[in-house]
């Protein structure tokens, strides 16, 4: 028996017996989201199965607590317990992924202080695919070419027949592991850009740029007019997990609030997402509807993630609840393809928010910082992006973040949400979408 099986329904959700509705859901997002078992799933099968156990008995104490009439029958059987419960334990934090990025980095390190310029430069150009601005890599595999290009022009002299046999060798090997690798990353980038079909509703993934840059000071709004160089898109790498499972239960869903600045007429509310959203699971990704919301995971340097509906109307209000439990979280705006969009994401944890343009596969950051305000410990915020021909303006918390002129939005009427997983992993939920058309 477990020690917080001992606790009546309000001590396990860590709410007074007076609690409104409100607070009861509130307390039970947050207990779920910290003891669900798809965050354990690469722990101890102990710490797996007491996450699993727990998680049942929070939803069993949500689906008890949020019905008037349940609450009010439990309130009158519930016996007090005469002993005082024992402290909760806090499982371990979930393993920490492989930085397969650092390994490749360290291998050709190696490489090059044995002097294997050639072993070098195969890993370099491995790891310059996955991330062309890790660290000095770029300077490293330039070093390393211009070793392989001076032995070359260096006066030729006999090679031993051993020692040519091995040099071909090695070569060989090589050569064989540099094809596999390639072919191993375009059958998983393949199996990654493969859409899930639901409805209306979409989910794929796409090549994100360089990490994001360095923030600028703090400001309270980072306007731009001319967009920022472009860097060279990196390609996504997929990292092989366990599949999670799904939750046993979902919470029923409760009414939107309606926005306090709604305007224009109303094309889309959702707050359950079942009908019309891609529900899809990968290696490395998944998407779809669970415990009365929309969640939105993905691996490290798997790349952007997103789901998205489409409405008639260009010009439109996106309004979102988010919650980012790890990463970026945020929104697609006029969506149009894998290589043409606009995505505006915030990282609560840390504050910074980045809002770019992909045009022909090229990332292009508009607007870029770092806000104390955009802080959150449970990374929740409430998300409100207009647009209006080539106006962009956004508003996180009831503050504006970016305001500023696009030069060239692709022409379509897709909007969604969206993860971005660059050096960690990333996860979000949403709720209480609503979509409007500007008068």
Known sequence: MYDFEELDFY????VPRSASPDEIKRAYRREIARYHPDRYVNADPADLEYARRRS???????????????????????????????????????PVQRDHQAELYQQARDHIDAGRYVQAVAVLRQLHQINPFYRDSAELLASAEAHLRTR?????????????????LVAGTVAVLVIVGGALWWSGRQEALRFAD????????????????????????????????????????????????????????TDIPLSPTAEGTLLLRDDSFIDGWASARRTSWSVGPRDGRYRI???????????????????????????????????????????????????????????????????????????????????????????????????????????????????????????????????????????????
Request: aromatic share 4%.
């Open 11 to 14: 001590e396990l959700l860590g």
């Open 152 to 168: 070359a022009s260096a006066p030729r002299r006999s090679t031993p027949p051993g020692a040519r046999r091995r040099l071909i």
């Open 297 to 439: 995971a993905a691996e490290a340097q798997v790349g952007v993630i997103w789901s998205y509906r489409s409405v008639p109307a260009d010009d439109v209000s996106v309004t979102v609840d988010v919650e980012v439990v790890e990463g970026e979280g945020g929104v697609i705006l006029r969506f149009r393809d894998e290589r043409n969009y606009l995505i505006f994401t915030v990282a609560p944890q840390t504050g910074n928010f980045l809002l770019e343009q992909v045009r022909d596969g090229t990332a292009t950051p508009l607007a870029v910082g770092t806000r104390d305000d955009l802080r959150a410990a449970d990374g929740r915020f409430r998300l409100n992006a207009r647009i209006r021909d080539r106006q962009i303006r956004i508003v996180v918390n009831d503050q504006v973040a970016v305001e500023t002129d696009v030069s060239s939005l692709p022409a379509a009427s897709r909007y969604g949400l969206a993860v971005v997983a660059r050096d960690t992993r990333a996860e979000a939920w949403f709720d209480n979408l609503e979509i409007r058309a500007l008068p």
């Open 198 to 253: 639901a409805g209306q509703g979409m989910a794929t993934v796409a090549p994100t740029s360089a990490p994001s840059p360095a923030p600028v000071a703090t400001v309270p709004v980072v306007p731009t007019q001319s967009p920022l160089p472009s860097p060279a898109p990196a390609s996504p790498t997929l990292v092989p997990t366990q599949s999670p499972r799904e939750p046993s239960a979902t919470p029923a869903p």
């Open 56 to 94: 049942q008995l929070l939803t069993e104490a949500y689906a008890t607590l949020s019905n008037p009439a349940a609450r009010s029958a439990y309130n009158l059987n519930r016996r007090r317990s005469t002993r005082t419960p024992s402290p909760r334990p806090t499982p371990p934090p979930p």
